[in-house]
Structures are given as C-alpha cells and as structure tokens.
C-alpha cells in the first residue's frame, strides 16, 4: 500500500467498529461509508444536504447498519449532540472521518477572493476539522477504546500551493498542519487514539466539490463581482488542467479510493495517499528554492 505508516499503535478491525464520516451523502464520503458498511461498521452519515442524506441512507441501508445526521459541521452544539448520540448509543467511536470540505467558490485571482469566501471556506474545510476534533477526540481518548481520526486534506495545498485556487489551498494546507500536531500529541498523550490525513489520489475526483456554492449561505455570500464564476463543473476543471498540463488528467476511481481511505485508516497510516513519489520529489524541489531564498513550485490542482 502507498502510504506512510508511523503508527506505534496495531489496527483497528473495520468489522463491528462504529464510524462517522462527515459529508458522507456524496462524493468522497460517500464511497468511504460504502466501503465502511462494505466491511461490517456501525456507520454514522453527517451531511449538511437533507435531501442527498435521506436518498444515501435509503440506498445504503441494506449494506449495513446506517444512521443519517443532518449536520453543519460548523455548528458547535450541532456536533456536539452528534457526539452525545454516537457516545450515547454505543459507548466509542473507533473511526472519525472529518471529510466535508467545500471550495472557495471557482478560483480566480487571489486578490478576486472576498473575505466571505475565505470565511466559508475555512469556517467549513478547518474551523469544521477544529470543532469535530473537540467535540469527539476527548470521548475518544476517554473510552479507552482504539480509534483513528482521518482528516480530508488535499495535495493542492498539503504539499504546495495552487496559484489558482488560493484560498482552497490555504485550508488544505491548515488541515494538514493540523493532523501533524494532533497527531504528535496523541502519541506524546499515550492515547489509544491516532490521527491520519487523508490526500484523494490518483486522479482528477467527480465529486460535488466543485460545486459545493449549492450549500453556501445566505449570509456568506459574495458581496461583489468576486471571482466571476461561484462553481465549477467536472468537466470544466478537467479542461483546466488538460490545458495547465497539456494532456488529459487521468480520473480516479472513486470506489476504489474508499476503500484505499478505510484500509489506511484501519492500519492507522498517519499520511493515505498514493503517488506519494511525485509528491516527495516536489518536496525536494521545494526545499532547495526554500534553502536559497526563492519561490517555491507550486502544484497544479487535482494532480
């Protein structure tokens, strides 16, 4: 498996563990709860969207036991009652998939982003991680029980910046700074509890992010002209990069990368992501002009 595994700690079994996943109706949180039910857990579905929630729960139902929760992961009580519930009903929590995430709303110059779209998409993609960490992690550690935090970051940002989506990146590389010290200190903590980031690979991801504005509020709207455009269609960003890379992007086989997120998890990796060679040699690149004072590369997005 591509990852990197820095765990002290065994794994966990999948069969019989009790799970979360926020923003679990669509996209990447959908196939990590198929995957989840897939292999025998108790799988709670937390998703902002009522009407996508209900229609995943219906459909999953007989995969396993699943339980929908319409959750704002920005909303402090919301999740805490989620939290009680979880605790509540079983006692534990052996997988916490802090996964819903948004975009900043269609790229554009970083100077085009209005303070709401900064306050939407870090109230959402890190205040969100901060308050789901709050509300969960200290049951967690409490219960006893093993359990693994897997955070949703993103290699557009988790390993450089994309000069196109500034912000979006900003968020991913918050998460990932994160994990890092979450991480460190559940160790230093002797906890039975560990923390891994998760980086979608392998592949441009037809998911709903991109046109996540569908579930921005009223009140976080954009006030001018912003960016010109508030979402993004799949097959526009795969035009995008076609054109930034001058080929077409290869597209990731999003069951697959389910089950990939739930195995890592399961063996407690701290970083689940494939490709991590192209990745590392970025890094390299990146240290070098860090070490004589330049720009950096950046990452091209979705790659």
Known sequence: MDTVTTSDVGPISVDGAVAVVTGGASGIGRVVVEALLDQGATVYVADVEQVALEAAVAELADRGPVVGAVLDVTDEAATAALADRVFSEHGRCNFLFLNAGVTSGGGGLPWQQEPNDWRWCLGVNVVGIGIGVSAFVPRMIESGVPGQVVLTGSKDGGIAPVPTASVYAASKAAVSCFAESLQHNLVAQETQVRASVFYPSGGLMDTGLYTAARNRPAELERTG?????????????????????????????????????????????FLIAKELGASAELLRRRADAVGQAQLPPPHVMGI
């Not at 076609?242 to 086989?253: F, L, R, S, Y």
């Not at 999003?254 to 063996?267: H, I, S, T």
């Open 225 to 269: 002209d912003g960016t010109g455009r508030a979402s993004m269609t799949f097959d526009q960003l795969k035009e995008r990069v076609a054109q930034a890379t001058g080929k077409e992007p290869p597209v990731a086989d999003l069951p697959e990368l389910g089950r990939f997120a739930v195995a890592g998890a399961a063996q407690r990796d």
